[in-house]
Nanobody, 125 residues
Framework: QVQLVESGGGLVQAGGSLRLSCATS????????MSWFRQPPGKEREFVAA???????YYTDSVKGRFTISRDNTKNTLDLQLNSLEPDDTATYYC???????????????????WGPGTQVTVSS
């Protein structure tokens, strides 16, 4: 069982930055593929970024070069650095944890068993 809690969301102007964090419980954090998803207003939840157990990272095209995902297995935390934010980045951001995830399915919501409650990011133009 893994419990996830996101923090760091807020209101920022376009071009600004935020750093989201996801605190996790449990002693097996290092065994999980960790990801960030987001849900824009009125839209479905979508993949943002993932980091594998061996620190390989994957990003959706719209955030490449702007967002950076990282994990600290000693602190059981997952971070997402958001730079050059755009109004289209406005969404509720969720961290997620799963096992047995590979290159073919890291962007699939159904592969993740554990989710946090989310943190709101609002980017004003």
């Amino acid at each position: 069982q893994v419990q996830l809690v996101e923090s760091g969301g807020g209101l920022v102007q376009a071009g600004g930055s935020l750093r989201l964090s996801c605190a996790t419980s449990g002693r097996t954090f290092s065994l999980y593929t960790m990801s960030w998803f987001r849900q824009p207003p009125g839209k479905e939840r979508e993949f943002v970024a993932a980091i594998s157990v061996d620190d390989n990272t994957y990003y959706t095209d719209s955030v490449k070069g702007r967002f950076t995902i990282s994990r600290d297995n000693t602190k059981n935390t997952l971070d997402l650095q958001l730079n050059s934010l755009e109004p289209d980045d406005t969404a509720t951001y969720y961290c997620a944890a799963g096992v047995g995830i590979n290159l073919r399915n890291y962007a699939s919501r159904q592969r993740y068993a554990y989710w946090g409650p989310g943190t709101q990011v609002t980017v004003s133009s």
